[in-house]
């Protein structure tokens, strides 16, 4: 199994960055995917971005054009860069991998990081 963990969270003003940081404890090549969710209290856990084993990346529209999503094969870590942050943006941030072996899903989670963003 891998473990994932996840750092960078902070307290930043509206329009400020931050970038977020998972660091995992095996490759994460054997991952078709790797990605961040999100989640504000009360609120179910969305996913933000992923990016794939081959470097190809998916946002949400919320995020499109502000958040960019990367990762380091030979560090075993993604990373979150996040510009123009909004209040709307405060949530517990998850780093996210998931694989299909022989047919069967697996999927694994970080503790995550809070991201708060002050107006």
């Known amino acids: 199994q891998v473990q994932l963990v996840e750092s960078g969270g902070g307290l930043v003003q509206a329009g400020g960055s931050l970038r977020l940081s998972c660091a995992a404890s095996?490759?994460?090549?054997?991952?078709?995917?790797m990605g961040w969710y999100r989640q504000a209290p009360g609120k179910q856990r969305d996913l933000v971005a992923t990016?794939?084993?081959?470097?190809?990346?998916n946002y949400a529209d919320s995020v499109k054009g502000r958040f960019t999503i990367s990762r380091d094969n030979s560090k075993n870590a993604v990373y979150l860069q996040m510009n123009s942050l909004k209040p709307e943006d405060t949530a517990v941030y998850y780093c996210?991998?998931?694989?299909?072996?022989?047919?069967?899903?697996?999927?694994?989670w970080g503790q995550g990081t809070q991201v708060t963003v002050s107006s």
């Open positions: 990016i794939t084993s081959g470097g190809s990346t």
């Open positions: 095996t490759s994460i090549f054997s991952f078709n995917d």
């Open positions: 996210n991998a998931a694989r299909t072996i022989l047919t069967k899903p697996y999927s694994f």
